[in-house]
């Protein structure tokens, strides 16, 4: 008898990045779920990456998310490399971008078109921090 699968680094990266976007546009599980004619339980195991996303299904949540398929794998880690001791683990941020403060310190943020005011508030923030 096989053990359980264990879901991927990069699948579980994909389907927090799918929960992200959602939680962005304020839209529920049912609805995406609605949009790909699945239940909401499916949409729940993509988001975990207990279940996989195709290339043809991944296409069509990036659609209905208004967001390029590439936008999933942002920052995914590389299969294959090895990750440096010092490099910051993907959790943390997946931890803060599911977080009310998160998503809205997120959705503000990016609604800044500035680029050098954005940069100006990373600034800021940096400071902060290091106090």
């Known amino acids: 008898m096989a053990g359980k699968k264990t879901a991927s680094?990069?699948?579980v990266h994909v389907g927090a990045r799918v929960r992200m976007r959602r939680l962005m546009l304020e839209m529920s599980q049912e609805k995406l779920a609605g949009g790909l004619g699945l239940t909401f339980q499916q949409v729940q195991k993509y988001e975990k990456g207990s279940n996989r996303i195709g290339a043809s299904r991944l296409q069509q949540i990036a659609g209905i998310l208004q967001v390029p398929p590439d936008f999933f794998f942002e920052g995914a880690p590389r299969i294959g490399e090895k990750m440096h001791a010092d490099a910051p683990s993907s959790t943390y941020v997946r931890e803060f971008v599911s977080t009310t403060d998160g998503l809205a310190l997120m959705?503000?943020?990016?609604?800044i078109k500035n680029?050098?005011?954005?940069?100006?508030?990373?600034?800021?923030v940096e400071s902060i921090s290091q106090d």
């Open 9 to 11: 680094p990069v699948d």
């Open 107 to 111: 959705g503000a943020f990016t609604r």
């Open 115 to 124: 680029a050098q005011l954005r940069r100006c508030i990373v600034r800021l």
